[in-house]
């Protein structure tokens, strides 16, 4: 049997309309400075210091958000079992019916946060999309490609798609420069070559293992030189940086690089 | 903490292991102003920030600059007396203890981590000289690439004599053929086909070239970093050796610093009721310095004062505290631009504008930019066409390297 609304409702005063104003507007003013700032904070903060910083303002808004709602409740409802359940049933149908994508991304990013799937300064991928989390929110989180482009995901993803993250909170992130050589040439040679090259990169994180996979395809040999920069942030500069002086020492060796081969003649069928 | 004033030991020059190594920690009360310090700087820098106002640098009224500055400039000539340029003639007989010739040795002679100080001549290279050991010259950095390192070093050595290669780092370039060119010398240098020769290099260039070259590891030594109590000791002799025995330096309100001769040398535990009391000048300079001999004497020489008519009797020159002392702090603007140069310009002892445009992939205009930021900070300086870090901005640069993630100069893993 339902109880009365009478019954689940407190008999609202003026003194509780204004606590719950007030815990509102402190949750929310709390709740825009550490969005705002704590991001700001972090960047005065030295290198290895910063993806810590930043991994602590979604986590800080949830506390926030949450100390809010355990204030709020019991000055709008009776704490009772009883009401609890009506209250939390009525909602429950509520949201099957028309906010199940809305709140089924806020639990999603509460799971976020507690498992740490993506944090801010997180480099990650989602649906072809590459670039750094800017900010996590409640809904949703903000990345910014490599050109400069906002992309908002819901946290709704964290279900259905794979997440990719080069990071995972920490500075080491890996990048990976390719190399295409035709198959005529000594690889231990190229080897050594490649990893002189990532060993001078002024990006290099040499405290990181440096590693050059290789792998024999029909058109040639494909390199692959795999490193980390210092600050993730440089990766694509540390990319650029092992690309180009990586070819330019192959070339200086007389490395052929991979051609298109052409079709044999008269080995059509 | 370790209170180095307590030390009996009279000794000031020792080789260590570098893990023997004990780096000189600051007074409780530095850290505690260094904490606050650093609080108060953020919160400044992020008011500045919300406000979009520049970072507001330390402003002082007048007044305060002269308190700041204590006495008055200190004449060239006492300050040389006072704080004359080392010779190295302890650390060298130190160094003689660990690698002296030995006709009957064997085995590879250590590497020496050589002190960071650019401007002196350094221990490696006065104790080859005391040795009659022939010092190498590096190639000039532009023909890395044509030369081998080995065969270098053997058209300079003379047969069954000793030598010496002081400053490694300046015998490399942070690209393929600089790598080529070290790593020939040091593997001739391991396999013994060299001779005897001894080799001294900056603790970051070892730590980076460790990595690139993967030769038998030599044993390592390096300089017992200079205490408070080591520093006391030391400076009271170069006040001796310069003719200033009698000087004496106190702290601007807080005490003396050091003793003229004839009265204690061991200015903490040795003070009596009535002397003044001791300052935490020297213990606080031996942390900043990590208790390098060549950074603290550059930055002693450096801060000395006339006494102020007050204690003009007393001392012969005095210091400021140790808080207002101007010396190089980091730079608020400094970028990855900034870092990555001044990271190249202390793994290689120093580069000129050619060579860094070979290891720097950044655009000359910007590289000159900041090479001429860096300089007004007083953290690089330029000598003849060689920048450098200077010997005051050296822990600076030290401390900003390991606090961005930089191979760091503390560790030593080979």
Same mark, same amino acid.
């Given at each position: 049997?339902?109880?009365?609304?009478?019954?689940?409702?407190?008999?609202?005063?003026?003194?509780?309309?204004?606590?719950?104003?007030?815990?509102?507007?402190?949750?929310?003013?709390?709740?825009?400075?550490?969005?705002?700032?704590?991001?700001?904070?972090?960047?005065?903060?030295?290198?290895?210091?910063?993806?810590?910083?930043?991994?602590?303002?979604?986590?800080?808004?949830?506390?926030?958000?949450?100390?809010?709602?355990?204030?709020?409740?019991?000055?709008?409802?009776?704490?009772?079992?009883?009401?609890?359940?009506?209250?939390?049933?009525?909602?429950?149908?509520?949201?099957?019916?028309?906010?199940?994508?809305?709140?089924?991304?806020?639990?999603?990013?509460?799971?976020?946060?507690?498992?740490?799937?993506?944090?801010?300064?997180?480099?990650?991928?989602?649906?072809?999309?590459?670039?750094?989390?800017?900010?996590?929110?409640?809904?949703?989180?903000?990345?910014?490609?490599?050109?400069?482009?906002?992309?908002?995901?819901?946290?709704?993803?964290?279900?259905?798609?794979?997440?990719?993250?080069?990071?995972?909170?920490?500075?080491?992130?890996?990048?990976?420069?390719?190399?295409?050589?035709?198959?005529?040439?000594?690889?231990?040679?190229?080897?050594?070559?490649?990893?002189?090259?990532?060993?001078?990169?002024?990006?290099?994180?040499?405290?990181?293992?440096?590693?050059?996979?290789?792998?024999?395809?029909?058109?040639?040999?494909?390199?692959?030189?795999?490193?980390?920069?210092?600050?993730?942030?440089?990766?694509?500069?540390?990319?650029?940086?092992?690309?180009?002086?990586?070819?330019?020492?192959?070339?200086?060796?007389?490395?052929?690089?991979?051609?298109?081969?052409?079709?044999?003649?008269?080995?059509?069928? | 903490?370790?209170?180095?004033?307590?030390?009996?030991?009279?000794?000031?020059?020792?080789?260590?292991?570098?893990?023997?190594?004990?780096?000189?920690?600051?007074?409780?009360?530095?850290?505690?102003?260094? *904490? $606050?310090?650093?609080? @108060? =700087?953020? /919160?400044?820098?992020?008011? !500045?920030?919300?406000? #979009?106002?520049? %970072?507001? +640098?330390?402003?002082?009224?007048?007044?305060?600059?002269?308190?700041?500055?204590?006495?008055?400039?200190?004449?060239?000539?006492?300050?040389?007396?006072?704080?004359?340029?080392?010779?190295?003639?302890?650390?060298?007989?130190?160094?003689?203890?660990?690698?002296?010739?030995?006709?009957?040795?064997?085995?590879?002679?250590?590497?020496?981590?050589?002190?960071?100080?650019?401007?002196?001549?350094?221990?490696?290279?006065?104790?080859?000289?005391?040795?009659?050991?022939?010092?190498?010259?590096?190639?000039?950095?532009?023909?890395?690439?044509?030369?081998?390192?080995?065969?270098?070093?053997?058209?300079?050595?003379?047969?069954?004599?000793?030598?010496?290669?002081?400053?490694?780092?300046?015998?490399?370039?942070?690209?393929?053929? *600089? $790598?080529?060119?070290? @790593? =020939?010398? /040091?593997?001739?240098?391991? !396999?013994?086909?060299? #001779?005897?020769? %001894?080799? +001294?290099?900056?603790?970051?260039?070892?730590?980076?070239?460790?990595?690139?070259?993967?030769?038998?590891?030599?044993?390592?030594?390096?300089?017992?970093?200079?205490?408070?109590?080591?520093?006391?000791?030391?400076?009271?002799?170069?006040?001796?050796?310069?003719?200033?025995?009698?000087?004496?330096?106190?702290?601007?309100?807080?005490?003396?610093?050091?003793?003229?001769?004839?009265?204690?040398?061991?200015?903490?535990?040795?003070?009596?009721?009535?002397?003044?009391?001791?300052?935490?000048?020297?213990?606080?300079?031996?942390?900043?310095?990590?208790?390098?001999?060549?950074?603290?004497?550059?930055?002693?020489?450096?801060?000395?004062?006339?006494?102020?008519?007050?204690?003009?009797?007393?001392?012969?020159?005095?210091?400021?505290?140790?808080?207002?002392?101007?010396?190089?702090?980091?730079?608020?603007?400094?970028?990855?631009? #900034?870092?990555?140069?001044?990271?190249?310009?202390?793994?290689?002892?120093?580069?000129?504008?050619?060579?860094?445009?070979?290891?720097?992939?950044?655009?000359?205009?910007?590289?000159?930019?900041?090479?001429?930021?860096?300089?007004?900070?007083?953290?690089?300086?330029?000598?003849?066409?060689?920048?450098?870090?200077?010997?005051?901005?050296?822990?600076?640069?030290?401390?900003?390297?390991?606090?961005?993630?930089?191979?760091?100069?503390?560790?030593?893993?080979?």
């Amino acid at each position: 049997m339902t109880p009365e609304p009478t019954d689940i409702l407190r008999e609202i005063q003026i003194e509780g309309l204004v606590a719950v104003a007030a815990i509102l507007a402190v949750a929310v003013t709390l709740t825009l400075l550490v969005q705002r700032y704590g991001p700001r904070l972090a960047e005065q903060l030295p290198g290895r210091y910063r993806l810590s910083a930043l991994a602590l303002v979604p986590l800080l808004r949830l506390v926030i958000i949450a100390t809010a709602l355990v204030l709020i409740v019991p000055q709008l409802i009776e704490p009772t079992f009883e009401n609890l359940v009506a209250i939390l049933g009525a909602a429950g149908l509520a949201i099957g019916f028309a906010l199940k994508d809305y709140v089924s991304s806020l639990l999603a990013g509460i799971v976020v946060i507690y498992e740490g799937a993506y944090r801010p300064g997180d480099w990650v991928e989602v649906e072809g999309e590459y670039g750094e989390v800017r900010t996590v929110g409640m809904r949703a989180m903000e990345m910014v490609t490599p050109d400069d482009t906002v992309i908002v995901v819901p946290h709704q993803a964290l279900w259905t798609q794979l997440i990719h993250n080069a990071n995972d909170g920490t500075q080491d992130l890996q990048c990976v420069a390719d190399f295409y050589l035709d198959s005529e040439h000594d690889g231990r040679q190229v080897r050594a070559l490649l990893r002189d090259v990532a060993l001078t990169s002024p990006y290099l994180q040499i405290e990181r293992p440096i590693d050059v996979v290789v792998a024999e395809q029909p058109w040639g040999t494909h390199y692959r030189l795999k490193a980390y920069p210092v600050d993730p942030r440089d990766q694509f500069r540390f990319t650029t940086d092992l690309t180009v002086r990586g070819q330019a020492a192959l070339r200086a060796a007389d490395l052929p690089p991979a051609r298109a081969r052409r079709p044999v003649e008269g080995a059509e069928g | 903490m370790t209170d180095e004033w307590d030390v009996d030991d009279d000794a000031i020059w020792g080789y260590v292991s570098p893990s023997e190594a004990r780096v000189p920690e600051p007074p409780v009360e530095e850290q505690l102003y260094v *904490g $606050l310090s650093v609080l @108060r =700087a953020g /919160l400044a820098r992020l008011r !500045a920030w919300v406000s #979009g106002d520049a %970072v507001p +640098g330390e402003t002082r009224t007048v007044d305060e600059d002269r308190a700041a500055e204590g006495g008055g400039a200190l004449s060239d000539a006492l300050r040389d007396r006072l704080a004359p340029p080392p010779d190295w003639t302890e650390a060298v007989a130190a160094l003689d203890e660990v690698v002296g010739p030995d006709p009957e040795a064997t085995e590879t002679p250590p590497l020496v981590y050589e002190p960071a100080y650019h401007d002196a001549p350094s221990i490696v290279e006065a104790w080859g000289t005391r040795q009659d050991a022939v010092v190498l010259e590096p190639p000039p950095r532009g023909r890395l690439g044509e030369e081998d390192g080995a065969a270098w070093v053997d058209a300079q050595r003379e047969e069954g004599a000793p030598w010496v290669l002081p400053r490694l780092e300046r015998w490399w370039l942070r690209t393929p053929d *600089g $790598l080529a060119f070290v @790593r =020939a010398l /040091l593997d001739a240098w391991a !396999a013994g086909t060299l #001779g005897r020769g %001894v080799i +001294g290099v900056d603790r970051h260039a070892w730590r980076y070239l460790r990595r690139a070259w993967p030769g038998r590891a030599p044993r390592r030594v390096t300089l017992q970093p200079l205490s408070a109590g080591a520093l006391a000791r030391w400076f009271r002799a170069l006040a001796q050796q310069g003719g200033a025995s009698e000087g004496s330096v106190e702290e601007r309100d807080d005490g003396r610093v050091l003793p003229g001769a004839g009265r204690s040398s061991e200015p903490g535990p040795a003070a009596t009721e009535e002397e003044e009391p001791p300052s935490t000048f020297l213990q606080s300079l031996a942390a900043f310095s990590d208790g390098d001999p060549g950074v603290a004497w550059a930055l002693w020489r450096h801060s000395l004062r006339a006494p102020r008519p007050a204690t003009a009797g007393s001392a012969t020159a005095e210091v400021p505290p140790w808080a207002d002392l101007d010396r190089p702090e980091r730079p608020d603007d400094l970028d990855r631009p #900034g870092l990555l140069l001044l990271h190249s310009l202390v793994l290689h002892g120093g580069l000129s504008d050619a060579t860094l445009a070979h290891v720097m992939p950044v655009d000359r205009y910007e590289r000159r930019d900041r090479l001429r930021t860096l300089r007004r900070a007083d953290v690089l300086t330029k000598d003849g066409e060689t920048w450098r870090v200077t010997s005051l901005g050296y822990p600076v640069v030290c401390g900003l390297l390991r606090d961005e993630a930089y191979l760091s100069d503390r560790r030593d893993d080979g």
